[in-house]
Structures are given as structure tokens and as C-alpha cells.
């Protein structure tokens, strides 16, 4: 509310609506993001105001990929898309390939995924922009990891760390590929690996508030956790987590997986069924396979 007083209606509205939208995002305000974008749609569908749409489609995509409304995600940037082909090269262009490989890679659509995320990479290594480079490698990341991939997700994500140094990113819900990092090398029995994103990620949970950061922490220490207390971090990372459906999923399946380690096939069948039923009303078929 104290950053929306600083800007006009009218500007709001038009060119710096996509930035104030995924401000909001990062901030975790997805309601108010969604107004704003859907605003700006509207006003922009209504001028004709076309080279405005791609932006504007491309932030709503990632918006509803967060809220885990990958159909509605995937027709949003699949349309952005469309636009930049019709316009030619457009400034918005990488970005859109880079969201839409990214709702792509959480369903079941690996190839269109990889193609896109490479198309935004070659895009991006061209032109030195190391902020889509980062998206479309977060893309890649999600894909391995949901495929059961740990060692060529942490072979994707690794080198972005040097990037997101050297620029001094400090929101970590900017570009959310620190908790596939963290996950990824839990898994692949990488811990030194894994306690630095860990680490990385508490820093950033404590700085900025975000809940994300926070809940995908308690998440990946399930992995890994004395088995007293893997209830209790799945619980709070589950609450942490409840307004962003994908990561309470997967919350659910990690939580599933480590009961089946330690033998509690029993117990594991609740949270493992949570993450099924979640995974398939959002058509994310790799991670519903692994469910």
C-alpha cells in the first residue's frame, strides 16, 4: 500500500505496471499484483496498445505460476509469445520465453521447456543480460529436479550463485531458483552444497521477511533432519508455504519421501496423497509421477 501512494493511477496503469506488479509479487502481495495486471491489460486491450502486452502478459504468467495456475499461466505467456513473433524482435521477448519455459518445466512439457529456456539463454548471453540468464536457468533447474534429476539441477543452478553475488540480489523471491539449489543437493548427497544455499537462504528469510525463503528452508531440512523433528519442519514449512500451492506441494512430497526413508511407509501415505492430489489440479505431471 506505502509503495502504490508513490506512483499515479495513470502510470500504474500503462508502461511500469509489469515492474510495480512483480515488485508486488517479490513482496508476496499477489492480490494486489493481480489487480494491477489485470488493469493494465484491460486499459492496454482497449488503447490497441499492443508492444505494451507482451510485458504485461509475461509478468501475469509468472504471477499465476507462483499461485500455481499453470493453464492459466502457460496461455498467458504462450500469448506474449505470439505477439513478440508478430512485432519481431521485441525488448520483452527473452523474458516471455523465460517465464513461459518455466511454466512449461513445472508441467509436462520438458521439450517446449528446454527449447525456450535455451532460446531465452542465447538471448541473453548475446545481449549480457544476466537477469534472464538466471530465469531461464531457474527453468532448467525446476525440469531436472521434477524429473528426478538432482546432479544436472545443481550442474544448472550451481553457477548462478557467482552471478547473483556479483550483482548483489538480495530478494530471494526475484528469481526462486535458490531452493531448488538447496533441495537438489540435499538430495544428490551434496552437503556442503546444500548447507551454503541453506544459509544463503536463512540470510535472506531474515532480511526481507519473505515467507518463501523461509518455507522452503524448513522444507529442505526435512531432507536431512533427525527424525524428531522432520514432522515439525514439514508442519512449519507447510504454513509458511500455504498461499504458494506448487511449494506446499512439494512440501507434501518431501515430506512423504523422508517418512518412506525412515520406514514409515504408513504415515507416508497422508502427506504423499496431499501432494498427488495438489500436483494433478495443477497438471504438474513430473511432479505427480514422483508423488
Not at 509479487?25 to 486499459?43: H, K, N, P, Q, V
Not at 542465447?122 to 545481449?127: D, P, S
Request: glycine share 6%.
Amino acid at each position: 500500500t506505502r509503495v502504490a501512494r508513490l506512483l499515479p493511477e495513470e502510470a500504474l496503469l500503462d508502461a511500469l505496471a509489469p515492474t510495480y506488479a512483480l515488485t508486488l509479487i517479490w513482496l508476496e502481495d499477489f492480490e494486489t499484483a493481480d489487480s494491477i495486471l489485470r488493469a493494465g491489460l484491460e486499459r492496454a486491450r482497449a488503447a490497441g496498445a499492443v508492444t505494451t502486452l507482451p510485458m504485461l502478459l509475461a509478468s501475469r504468467a509468472e504471477l499465476l505460476t507462483w499461485r500455481a495456475d499453470l493453464r492459466a499461466a502457460l496461455a498467458s505467456a504462450s500469448e506474449a509469445a505470439e505477439i513478440c513473433a508478430q512485432l519481431g524482435v521485441h525488448v520483452a521477448y527473452p523474458y516471455v520465453l523465460a517465464v513461459l519455459s518455466r511454466a512449461q518445466a513445472i508441467t509436462a512439457a520438458g521439450d517446449e521447456a528446454r527449447a525456450n529456456a535455451n532460446r531465452a539463454l542465447e538471448f541473453a548471453r548475446a545481449h549480457g543480460i544476466d537477469s534472464i540468464e538466471i530465469y531461464a536457468a531457474c527453468a532448467l533447474g525446476v525440469l531436472a529436479l521434477g524429473e528426478g534429476r538432482p546432479a544436472e539441477a545443481i550442474a544448472v543452478l550451481q553457477p548462478l550463485q557467482t552471478l547473483y553475488t556479483e550483482r548483489s540480489i538480495g530478494e530471494p523471491n526475484s528469481i526462486p531458483w535458490l531452493g531448488d539449489l538447496a533441495e537438489a543437493a540435499a538430495l544428490a548427497d551434496e552437503p556442503e552444497a546444500a548447507g551454503a544455499a541453506l544459509a544463503d537462504l536463512d540470510t535472506m528469510a531474515e532480511r526481507t521477511g519473505s515467507r518463501w525463503a523461509a518455507g522452503v528452508a524448513a522444507r529442505t531440512r526435512v531432507l536431512a533432519a533427525p527424525v524428531t523433528d522432520v514432522d515439525v519442519l514439514a508442519g512449519r514449512a507447510v504454513a509458511l508455504l500455504d498461499r504458494m500451492p506448487f511449494e506446499r506441494a512439494r512440501t507434501h512430497l518431501v515430506h512423504g519421501e523422508r517418512r518412506r526413508r525412515d520406514r514409515r511407509r504408513a504415515e507416508a501415505r497422508g502427506p504423499l496423497r496431499l501432494a498427488l492430489a495438489e500436483f494433478e489440479r495443477m497438471d504438474a505431471q513430473p511432479w505427480a509421477e514422483r508423488a
